[in-house]
């Protein structure tokens, strides 16, 4: 992964192969950013004067390359776009640094040494900056062979440029930045990895790995266990596959933690919806489909790395949903962990089967809040898009504190009801409830059945991340092509919240 250190030197002197300066929409063009400032010096008349001959307006995202002709030690100069210029005595919104910083050093994979010359006055800043260049920082070339050399791989070394770089909190926030980044790294390498080398084994296997060294309990239920516990949804939509489900419970306890915290993540390795076969191009990213079992141990490794005083317990149902001869039909009915019976009436809607074995489990522990993240539906793309992803909850308040934390963190995420007039669509005739409802709103009807399998009396809240966990489109900002380790951010800031505070449950 990428390194980043802090520095307070003149970033126009750095021994480094390329120096990132921000430019900024002014109100008669383009202006340089904070931070910018040795380098503008170093250039004879000035660089704000050259940017516009460069084709540098300052929008956000843009990036702009020039030699630096010897003005610079650095031999190329680079010039990113960070939006409009907040008005006097305002700062840059912690993403438009996050995006910048992200956007230039992924436009920069390939070079070994970088130098950021952008706004980063204070601990806040240097936090975004890092944490931009970091997720920026990310290629995956695991299996690329013969094409690997026309794929550069990231940028090895960061240099931030700051005043505050001696400063503690400035060097907490680039450790922080550290462990968030390599968590990210994680979830997108496993969203990224072929279902064939992905199977609910090795996803379990994987697990086991992370937890090595560090202050994670790890448990994984086979499919032996699965069938003597009684998990009818996570065996009813393994039973199609060749490859068997498992269920795996990671625990994090701190000492002095004051809240307990349970994060559910679907794990379907691979979704070709069963007997409801999907049609083959929406086939083409379902390796993505255990996006949310991805950020719930990402989340995990990462709150293991950086200690906060809260209890977290991260379950990730697996399974392969395939179509066989020993694979559901619609009609059946399957008998769920802790009995309610769910009638089957389309085969690929089985996230929330496998997902509610698992509320079940993490509700049986009565923890103070769960959290469930799940690439659960399609008609979450169409409430909301393919960068953002949907929040439903049973409590009002708790909603709108998961948009702040997930605003905060850098996550675009949106709150959605729950609509009880929905339910009734999901009557049986034969079952205690059908795993499909009303066709429309699709995405508020999977939220409704979770909500049935909730413990009595414990807040929960389900992020529908489908569209946000794989971009199929081309890289933005810090934001590669694939997998994208949706929700991980937003997890982690969570239970860094509840253990300070700053969210009450």
Known sequence: MTSLTLTSSSAAGLRVDAVVVGVAEGPRGPVLAPGSADVE?????????????????????????????????????VAVGL?????????????????AAGAAVRELAGTARVGLALPAEDAGAVAAVAEGALLGGYAYLRYRTASLERHKPPVEAVTLVTPVARERAARQAVERATALAAAVHLCRDLVN???????PAALAAE??????????EVTVLDERALKRGRYGGILGVGQGSANP?????????????????????????????????????????MKSDMGGAAAVLATMAAVADLGPAVDVTGWMPIAENMPSGTAQRPSDVLTMRG?????????????????????????????????????LTGAQLVALGSRTAAIMSNRDGLREALHGVATRAGEAMWPMPLPPELRRSMDSQVADIANMGDRYGGMLVAGL??????????PWAHLDIAGPAWNDGEPFGYTPKGGTGAAVRTLVALAEDLASGAVAV
């Open 193 to 199: 990895a072929p279902p064939s080398d992905l199977p």
């Open 245 to 285: 489900p498992r269920l795996v419970r990671l625990a994090y306890r701190h000492p002095e933690a004051q809240v307990h915290l349970a994060i559910v993540g679907k794990g379907i390795t691979f979704d070709s919806g069963g007997l409801s076969l999907k049609p083959p191009q929406s086939m083409e990213w």
């Open 339 to 375: 009995g309610t019976t769910v009638e089957v009436l389309n085969t690929d809607a089985e996230g929330r089967l496998v997902l509610a074995d698992a509320i079940v489990d993490a509700s049986s522990e009565s923890p103070d809040l769960i959290v469930d993240a799940a690439t």
């Open 41 to 77: 010096g170093a250039f004879p008349g000035g660089l704000a004067k050259v940017l516009p001959a460069l084709g540098a307006t300052g929008a956000a995202g843009e990036v702009v390359r020039t030699a630096s002709l010897g003005a610079l030690r650095a031999p190329v100069l």
């Open 207 to 216: 697990a086991q790995r992370v937890a090595e060294g560090r202050a994670l």
């Open 83 to 99: 939006g409009a210029a907040p008005g006097r005595g305002g700062s840059y919104d912690p993403e438009a640094l996050r995006r």
């Open 449 to 458: 059945f979770l909500q049935e399998f909730v413990g009595e009396g414990i």
